[in-house]
């Protein structure tokens, strides 16, 4: 695989982060421009909503070396640095969404077993209003927003886990690329997130089978699944 770093990292640690009403930083940018066209070439092929974990998806080298970075302990030390925080013993998760269903998207912080979430968009662009992610000042309220981020390639956006930290999103219906890396609290709480992907994943693969085999149970008045 290419020796090019894929992130940014230099200029991450140089941008500037948001520390009201809780700690976040947006940065366009920070896969190279030349790293997100290898990247999306062995993307994982995703065709349903929801969020998999690694071990039930198939990808190529450039995605690896990707994942990879994300992984070493540079790209640690500059989150560490960032967010003034301690990661060393943290483990971490990753999972990868391919789509979005008209159900994704509702305000909600992150469970508290996450310490910082970092959510990278590899889309090549974004022109719709929907799917685009939203941090907010309240739970209930999808206007009251702090920023928007367009979900376009090459964006990060990352932020400290807080009872305050809700985001979401406008309905979007159709392809949307990111990659979502936590470092969470413990191994306990990482085998529970990624057991509960996991299980997601396989109730998702059991449900599509089943529309696919009894398709006339879910037709009414011409109507289909």
């Not at 700690?23 to 909503?49: C, K, T």
Request: proline content about 6%; some cysteine; aromatic content about 10%.
């Amino acid at each position: 695989m290419t020796a090019i770093s894929f992130v940014d990292l230099k200029a991450f640690v140089a941008a500037a982060i948001t520390t009201d009403p809780f700690s976040y930083i947006v940065m366009p940018g920070f896969i190279r421009p030349e790293a997100l066209r290898l990247i999306n070439a062995d993307y994982p092929d995703i065709s349903r909503s929801g969020s998999f974990p690694l071990g039930q998806l198939s990808y190529g080298p450039a995605f690896q070396h990707f994942l990879d970075e994300l992984n070493s302990a540079e790209f640690r030390a500059a989150f560490e640095q960032k967010f003034r925080l301690n990661l060393a013993a943290r483990p971490t998760t990753v999972t990868v969404r391919g789509r979005c269903a008209e159900k994704d998207g509702k305000i909600h912080t992150d469970s508290v077993n996450k310490i910082i979430t970092v959510l990278i968009y590899l889309n090549s662009d974004w022109e719709p209003s929907g799917g685009r992610l939203r941090l907010l000042r309240s739970a209930n309220n999808l206007e009251d927003v702090i920023t928007e981020v367009a979900p376009t390639g090459g964006t990060m956006i990352a932020f400290k886990r807080a009872d305050n930290s809700w985001h979401g999103h406008k309905p979007f219906v159709g392809p949307r690329r990111v990659v979502q890396f936590n470092w969470v609290t413990s191994e306990q709480d990482q085998r529970v997130v990624m057991l509960r992907h996991h299980a997601s994943a396989a109730m998702k693969r059991v449900v599509d089978g089943f529309l696919r085999a009894y398709p006339s149970l879910f037709r009414h008045n011409g109507a289909k699944p």
